[in-house]
C-alpha cells in the first residue's frame, strides 16, 4: 500500500533530520511498516486523556 | 516412561532419590535432540560438553550425599538472547554472531546452574526478539512439534518447541508484547511472563527496555512455579488471596472480537475449570495494543539505529522496516502513548478491585503455516506477523504477571489461554494453573514425533 504523501513526505524528512538513510531497496517496506504504525499511531493520538495523565517511562534519580 | 518425558520435578525428585542419574538424564534427552533437532531446528547453539561436566558434578554431589540442589539434573536450555559463557549472545541476528564470546553465564542462568540444572544449549528466535512467529532469516524456522508444517510461534519459538519436543524440561525465554504467552500457546506448553522488573535481565540482549520481561517454559505448573522461584529478583510479592471463582473473570470485548471459535472455547474450558462465570472489559485495550506496538518499533529502532545506519543489509528483512520506520516516529506518538499507559495502568488497577484473576486467549488462532502470510481475523484478512500478538501486547504493556495454560486434544492443535493477575500475584495465577492441571483441563503433552 503506497503511503499517503503526508507520511512520505515526513518519512524522508526525518530521515534526513535524524540522520538514519534508508536505501532505495528498503523504502517501500520501511514506507509500509510507517503506514501500519501511523494507523496505530492515530488510535493513541485520538484517545482523550485527562489533562493531568503522566508519561509512564520510569526515571530513577 | 522415558526419562525425556518427565518434568523438571520429577527428575531433580529421581535424580535426588538414586533412581537415575543427572549424566543417564543428560544422555537420554542428548539423544532425543540429536535425532529430531534436524527437523524442528530449536537449537543454534548446543553445549553438551558443558552440560556432561555439569551432569558430573551433580553425581557427584548425589555421590558424597551433598544437596545437589532443588534442579538437580534437570536439562534446561536457553533462548539465544541469554549470555552463556562461551557463546557469542547473537540474539537471532548475523550482525552479533560472532560478537564476543559471554565471559559468564546471565545471572539468571546461573542461578538455575547453581542449583543443579544441566545447560544444553542456545535456541532459535525471532531477529532481536522482533516477531511472534521464529522464522529467522539467518537460523531458519523453528517448527512445531505438534505439527511440522507450522510455526512454533515466537519470539522464544526455540524455546517453546524445545519443552513441546522434549529436548528440555525447562527452558527460559522473554517477552516483550506475546513473546513468552504466544509461543508456549502455540506449541501447547506452559509458560510465565512475571510481572515487569521481577526478574533481573542483566546478562541478556534487550530488546525494548520499558516492556522486556523474562521468564521460564515447562510442561507442568508445577515446573514453572520450580523455575521462578529460583529465578525471581526483588520479591515484590503481595499477599495472594484464595482462589476465589467470583472473582475471575474472561475478558470480553477486543479479547474475543476476531479469534476464532475454538479459541473461544479453550478460553471458556478453562473458566469452567476455574468455576468462573463473570466477565467483564478492560477499556481501550486496542489503544493499549497500538502504544505497546508503537514504542516498541520506536526503542527498538532507536537501540538499533546505528547498525540501521552502518549495515542495514545485514537485518532480516522481515525486522529492518519496522525497525526503521520505527526509529523515525513523531515524539508525539510515543509521549502520547506512554502517558495511555499511566491511564490504563489505572484502569487495570480499578478492574482488580473487582476481581484477581483475568482469563483472555494467547492468540486469535492456532499456529499458522510456515511462510504463512496472511490469516483471517473477524473476516478480514490481515497479516500474520503483527496480529498475533493483539490479546498479549495490551497485558505485557502495564506488566501484569500472567501464566500462559495449555488447551490441548480433541484432535485440536494446541491453544494457549493467559491466566493474568495483577502485578506481584505470580503466585495466584500460578495456583490457578495448578488446579487446572490437576483436574485436567489443561495439559502439556509430548508431541507425537
Request: with cysteine; proline share 8%.
Amino acid at each position: 500500500m503506497d503511503p499517503i504523501p503526508t507520511e512520505a513526505a515526513y518519512l524522508q524528512a526525518a530521515s534526513l533530520m535524524l540522520g538514519l538513510p534508508i536505501r532505495p531497496e528498503h523504502q517501500a517496506d520501511v514506507a509500509a511498516a510507517f503506514a501500519v504504525l501511523g494507523t496505530q499511531a492515530r488510535l493513541i493520538t485520538e484517545f482523550s486523556l485527562p489533562a493531568d495523565i503522566e508519561a509512564a517511562p520510569r526515571f530513577t534519580p | 516412561m522415558k526419562l525425556y518425558e518427565h518434568s523438571a520435578h520429577t527428575l531433580a525428585a529421581m535424580v535426588h532419590g538414586g533412581e537415575v542419574s543427572a549424566s543417564e538424564v543428560l544422555e537420554a534427552h542428548i539423544t532425543r535432540i540429536e535425532a529430531l533437532d534436524p527437523l524442528l531446528n530449536c537449537f543454534t547453539n548446543t553445549t553438551f560438553p558443558r552440560a556432561r561436566a555439569e551432569a558430573e558434578a551433580v553425581d557427584r554431589k548425589i555421590a558424597i550425599g551433598a544437596d545437589p540442589g532443588p534442579l538437580a539434573g534437570v536439562p534446561i536450555a536457553v533462548k539465544n538472547l541469554f549470555d552463556v559463557q562461551g557463546l557469542s549472545t547473537r540474539a537471532g541476528s548475523k550482525i552479533f554472531r560472532n560478537a564476543p564470546e559471554a565471559t559468564a553465564d546471565a545471572p539468571v542462568l546461573a542461578r538455575l546452574i547453581q542449583a543443579g540444572a544441566m545447560l544444553l544449549g542456545a535456541l532459535n528466535m525471532d531477529e532481536f526478539a522482533y516477531g511472534f512467529v521464529t522464522e529467522n532469516a539467518h537460523d531458519g524456522a523453528t517448527r512445531n512439534p505438534h505439527d511440522i508444517s507450522r510455526v512454533a510461534g515466537g519470539s522464544s519459538g526455540g524455546s517453546a518447541a524445545a519443552i513441546a519436543a522434549g529436548f528440555a524440561a525447562i527452558t527460559l525465554g522473554s517477552d516483550t508484547n506475546g513473546s513468552i504467552r504466544l509461543p508456549a500457546g502455540l506449541c501447547g506448553i506452559f509458560g510465565l511472563k512475571p510481572s515487569y522488573g521481577r526478574i533481573e535481565r542483566t546478562g541478556t540482549f534487550p530488546f525494548v527496555d520499558s516492556l522486556d520481561h523474562l521468564g521460564p517454559f515447562a510442561r507442568s505448573a508445577t515446573d514453572l512455579a520450580l523455575a521462578y522461584d529460583i529465578m525471581k529478583d526483588c520479591d515484590i510479592c503481595r499477599p495472594a488471596p484464595l482462589l476465589d471463582p467470583s472473582r475471575i473473570a474472561v475478558l470480553g470485548g477486543w479479547f474475543e472480537q476476531g479469534a476464532d471459535p475454538e479459541i473461544l472455547a479453550a478460553v471458556a474450558a478453562v473458566a469452567r475449570g476455574l468455576g468462573a462465570a463473570a466477565r467483564t472489559t478492560l477499556p481501550a485495550a486496542h489503544i493499549a495494543r497500538a502504544a505497546a506496538f508503537c514504542i516498541t518499533a520506536f526503542e527498538g529502532g532507536q537501540f538499533h539505529k546505528p547498525n540501521l545506519i552502518a549495515r542495514p543489509e545485514d537485518f532480516d528483512p522481515a525486522t529492518r522496516p519496522r525497525l526503521i520506520a520505527g526509529a523515525l516516529q513523531p515524539a508525539e506518538t510515543i509521549y502520547q502513548a506512554q502517558r495511555f499507559r499511566t491511564w490504563f495502568r489505572a484502569e487495570a488497577e480499578k478492574l482488580f478491585e473487582r476481581f484477581d484473576l483475568l482469563l483472555a486467549p494467547a492468540s486469535p488462532c492456532v499456529a499458522p503455516l510456515i511462510g504463512q502470510a496472511t490469516m483471517i481475523i473477524g473476516g478480514e484478512e490481515v497479516p500474520v506477523r503483527p496480529n498475533l500478538g493483539l490479546y498479549t501486547q495490551p497485558i505485557s504493556f502495564i506488566g501484569l504477571p500472567v501464566v500462559c495454560v495449555p488447551v490441548t486434544g480433541g484432535g485440536l492443535l494446541p491453544r494457549g489461554v493467559q491466566i493474568i493477575a495483577a502485578p506481584g500475584r505470580e503466585r495466584l495465577a500460578l495456583a490457578a494453573a495448578t488446579m487446572l492441571e490437576r483436574e485436567g483441563v489443561v495439559a502439556a503433552p509430548l508431541a507425537a514425533l
